[in-house]
């Protein structure tokens, strides 16, 4: 189906949803919720994941007298006794999310609102979540970053230069029950230059490519620049900007060093993580083959290998860059892959950050007077080896048991030292007490553990102790 044959209506006047009252809000949010409890959401999935047309019958025998305030949302439209829904609704982490129908994507259209797809799933995982913060979620689509940093928040913003884009997320956020989730139009920070930010969170339209086909989809390493040199002008002191971007590696040049560029100057420490590296012809068929489905035609293809070859790129990059505001010392810059790990990572990331702060911020006297614990679950993997009197401990493995698991390598005398740091007492007074035990000279192991206590807050895998 091209755009001119479509049935659609008219782009400009593709229908939003919207709740005309707060009572057809609730009756909705209380039939999703009835049907999804009582095990009749199958026949919602037919309706709004499938796409199938079914009979007012069907529906309403999933969503009871409710099918009234669907059709006054703006949610399914009704020809004789057929319903089709006019929007496609997702359930994700607790929250349900509407967002355009994919027939609309299909037909290229530009203004197409992205819904919950792998990428928002995993930009999501991985967004710190702070309680009592002001998040930006900028270029927020249907809203899905905005609505789920809701509930820890004390203030969303959500910005896109789409308005239909900002429909979806009004709605989505009165549908989930946040009214503190404001929506402003305009392209990047435009709208909110003048607001103060504690997170920014932008799953940006990255792909790096000729096109200009969807909004969500081709900005490109451009945009992902403009943000990272914009946004810590706004972020608090102690903010941090979660950007999803892509880049170039250009023949002949370092892209580490080239990336490096959009942090100059920025006051914030860097760390970018990165997740995929593709050759010009494996990124452009990932892409095409989301827009053209399983035939990618030739000329297409072509005309985006074009433009890498005149740009002389020869490698396309992906991954999360992440800015956190560090006032008043030295930031640092770390590039590096994503660790593995899985479920929310978000957690993980803010710890590391804070634990990073806190070893950039201490001089060696003052880190080795913290109290520092292992971090909860902390996993010490010892590989052995048969010695003249018995099995001796080689080296040890520590790894992080869930979130972002990163892994560190030490050896076996600073393992079993990190085992007496409870958080009780101070590293030092720890190490003393563990040279004593150990029948080992304090100064030795006391000059060892600065070093020691950097490595490990930078791994995250030492926390500053809680008093709870
Ligand atoms: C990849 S989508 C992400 C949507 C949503 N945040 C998510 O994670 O699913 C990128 C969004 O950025 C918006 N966008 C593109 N250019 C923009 C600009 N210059 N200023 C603000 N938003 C922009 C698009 O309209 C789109 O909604």
Not at 10 to 15: E, N, R, T, W
Not at 162 to 169: D, I, Y
Not at 234 to 254: Q, V
Not at 365 to 370: N, R, S, V, Y
Request: charge should be negative; hydrophobic fraction near 45%; charged fraction near 20%.
């Amino acid at each position: 189906m091209t755009a001119e044959g479509s049935a659609l209506p008219k782009k400009h006047s593709l229908p939003a949803p919207s709740f005309p009252d707060r009572s057809t809000r609730d009756r909705v949010f209380a039939a999703l919720e009835a049907a999804r409890q009582c095990g009749r959401s199958s026949t919602l999935g037919i309706l709004f994941t499938d796409g199938y047309a079914l009979s007012t019958v069907t529906v309403s025998e999933a969503i009871g007298d409710a099918l009234n305030a669907l059709i006054a949302a703006n949610m399914v439209a009704v020809d004789g006794q057929q319903v089709s829904a006019t929007v496609r609704l997702q359930y994700y982490a607790g929250c349900y999310f509407t967002s355009d129908r994919p027939e609309l994507h299909r037909d290229r259209f530009a203004d197409f609102v992205l819904g919950v797809g792998f990428a928002t799933r995993n930009f999501a995982e991985m967004m710190p979540l702070r309680p009592g913060s002001s998040v930006l979620d900028l270029g927020c689509g249907c809203g899905v970053l905005a609505v789920l940093s809701a509930p820890l928040a004390s203030a969303v913003m959500a910005v896109d230069i789409n308005p239909r884009a900002l429909a979806f997320t009004r709605f989505n956020a009165e549908l989930n029950g946040f009214p503190h989730i404001e929506t402003a139009l305009g392209d990047l920070f435009a709208p909110v230059h003048a607001r103060r930010f504690d997170v920014i969170v932008s799953n940006a339209p990255y792909v790096i490519s000729p096109a200009s086909t969807y909004r969500y989809r081709d900005g490109g390493a451009g945009i992902c620049e403009r943000i990272a040199r914009q946004a810590p002008a706004l972020l608090t002191a102690g903010g941090c900007l979660m950007l999803a971007a892509s880049w170039p590696e250009h023949r002949g040049r370092s892209w580490q060093g080239e990336l490096a560029h959009w942090f100059e100057s920025s006051g914030c420490d860097v760390w970018v993580l990165a997740t995929d590296h593709l050759l010009p012809d494996d990124y452009a068929r990932v892409w095409l083959a989301q827009e053209y489905g399983d035939i990618v035609p030739t000329e297409a293809i072509n005309s985006w290998l074009a433009a890498y070859n005149a740009a002389d790129i020869t490698m396309l990059h992906c991954g999360f860059v992440l800015l956190s505001h560090a006032p008043g010392r030295e930031p640092w810059i770390e590039i590096r892959e994503l660790p593995p790990g899985g479920g929310r990572r978000g957690e993980s990331l803010d710890r590391i950050l804070a634990a990073r702060d806190l070893a950039a911020r201490s001089d060696d006297a003052a880190l080795i007077e913290l109290r520092l614990a292992p971090l909860a679950g902390l996993e010490a993997i010892e590989r052995r080896r048969p010695g003249a009197s018995g099995w001796c401990v080689e080296r040890v493995d520590l790894r992080a048991a869930d979130g972002l698991r990163i892994a560190m390598r030490v050896d076996p005398l600073a393992a079993d030292l990190l085992g007496w740091m409870d958080g009780s007492r101070s590293a030092a007074e720890a190490a003393t007490a563990f040279a004593q035990a150990r029948g080992l000279a304090a100064e030795t192991i006391i000059g060892a553990l600065p070093a020691l206590l950097r490595k490990l807050l930078e791994a995250g895998l030492i926390v500053p102790a809680t008093d709870s």
